[in-house]
Nanobody, 116 residues
Framework: QVQLVESGGGLVQPGGSLRLSCAASGSIFSIVVMGWYRQAPGKQRELVARVTNVGSTNYADSVKGRFIIFRNNAKDTVYLQMNSLKPEDTAVYYC??????????WGQGTQVTVSS
């Protein structure tokens, strides 16, 4: 079981930017698709973006054009560059393979709060 540690969250004003990182305890190269997910208070966790091990990406409509997902397989790290942040982006952000493994594992996540 690869352990995942998310970081980079914080408090940012609307229109600001953050870069999230997801560091894996082992190799992620064999994980074909990695994703960033988020869960806002009172809402279900949702997929925000995903990236294949050769760099192909896919985004939720709500973040398309604002967020960029990329991965560095040599560093076993997945990133989420978030630009033009909106209050509705406020959530705890997690990374995990896509589709989500059936073992129910999630890291601790990183809190992103967008507020003036």
């Amino acid at each position: 079981q690869v352990q995942l540690v998310e970081s980079g969250g914080g408090l940012v004003q609307p229109g600001g930017s953050l870069r999230l990182s997801c560091a894996a305890s082992g190799s992620i190269f064999s994980i074909v698709v990695m994703g960033w997910y988020r869960q806002a208070p009172g809402k279900q966790r949702e997929l925000v973006a995903r990236v294949t091990n050769v760099g192909s990406t896919n985004y939720a409509d709500s973040v398309k054009g604002r967020f960029i997902i990329f991965r560095n397989n040599a560093k076993d790290t997945v990133y989420l560059q978030m630009n033009s942040l909106k209050p509705e982006d406020t959530a705890v952000y997690y990374c995990n393979p896509w589709p989500v493994p059936g073992n129910g594992y999630w890291g601790q996540g990183t809190q992103v709060t967008v507020s003036s």
